[in-house]
């Protein structure tokens, strides 16, 4: 039960397949590795869901070093645009799973922190070492191509 939920985890995290059977097998490594932490104050789940964070995190940091500049420019959140052309409702949820994974690292990291995990921007700022304003930048730029990815995948599914 939980491999599965950690694996979507770990997909969400990632950028194919591959990769997040590699963040699964290291996080179980430290999961039992640690085992004897758990403290039993929360959840289980809540637990096991922040060890597999903390790694995915981890083998992006790893990965690319350089990609995680500290902003010093305060960023002024864009106002989302209200229209939308298509209906994201039709987008099925293992369609959105891949548009999501296409995302560039530090924009889907943000994206999956702040709007699937319900992180805050200092929460994030502080776990990717970026001010508060890089993550409100990456957050709407990840938005914003993700929309873009959608709308082309509607079209292709319309000419279909």
């Not at 950690?6 to 950028?15: E, G, T, V």
């Not at 590795?33 to 597999?52: A, M, P, V, Y």
Request: glycine share 2%; aromatic share 10%.
């Amino acid at each position: 039960m939980y491999s599965s939920k950690l694996f979507a985890l770990c997909l969400k995290y990632s950028s194919n397949k591959q990769d997040a059977e590699d963040i699964l097998q290291d996080s179980f490594i430290i999961i039992f590795d640690k085992i004897h932490q758990f403290r039993k104050d929360g959840s289980f789940e809540g637990w096991l869901k922040r060890i597999t964070i903390n790694t995915a995190l981890q083998k992006y940091r790893e990965k690319s070093p350089l990609q995680l500049i500290k902003s010093k420019r305060v960023f002024q959140e864009e106002k989302e645009e209200t229209t939308f052309p298509y209906d994201i409702t039709r987008v099925d949820l293992d369609m959105l799973l891949i548009l999501i994974q296409q995302l560039p690292d530090r924009y889907r990291l943000v994206f999956n922190l702040y709007v699937l995990d319900n992180y805050s921007h200092k929460e994030i700022a502080e776990m990717l070492s970026i001010s508060e304003g890089t993550s409100k930048s990456n957050l709407s730029r990840a938005r914003t191509i993700l929309k873009e990815k959608i709308m082309n995948h509607q079209k292709k599914q319309e000419k279909a």
